[in-house]
């Protein structure tokens, strides 16, 4: 005598696993969400430090800054491709040394782009356009909310 499965029972079973699976996608979604949070505050960091990294040695005199910049770089390009060292007077350093302060510029995760916000110091708190003058500050375009209710624009 053959042992078969019953239409209940592929019911049932099939019942189960749809449950499982519908509590299972809201789960994977958080954490897709969640890990994309960490890189978004992670790339951030990133190009804070160094912006900030910029703005100490242009305080420090140790590279040229255009006037109006308030020691901020004019844009995140030139922290991938590097500034010139200047020796102590002032002049170019002897052997042109080149500080790069990016290796690249880091992908937003939220818009999977490398197109930033950025915001100048001269910039109002408020602006929502970039005035051009050097970059302050930057922030994602996305207009998505965090898991902690939160703008990522605020970030």
Do not use: C, H
């Amino acid at each position: 005598m053959r042992r078969a499965f019953t239409l209940t029972e592929i019911l049932v079973t099939a019942a189960i696993l749809a449950v499982l699976a519908a509590a299972a996608v809201p789960l994977a979604q958080k954490t897709v969400q969640r890990e994309r949070e960490i890189e978004l505050s992670r790339a951030l960091r990133e190009i804070r430090e160094a912006v900030d990294a910029f703005k100490r040695l242009a305080d420090e005199k140790k590279i040229r800054t255009e006037s109006g910049t308030e020691g901020y770089p004019p844009d995140l390009r030139t922290l991938v491709e590097g500034v010139e060292l200047l020796s102590g007077q002032g002049e170019r350093s002897s052997e042109g040394r080149v500080v790069k302060l990016l290796r690249r510029i880091p992908k937003d995760p939220m818009t999977r782009s490398t197109d930033w916000g950025l915001r100048s110091y001269q910039d109002k708190p408020d602006a929502s356009s970039w005035g051009g003058e050097n970059v302050y500050d930057v922030y994602t375009k996305s207009r998505g909310r965090a898991m902690d209710g939160s703008l990522y624009r605020e970030w």
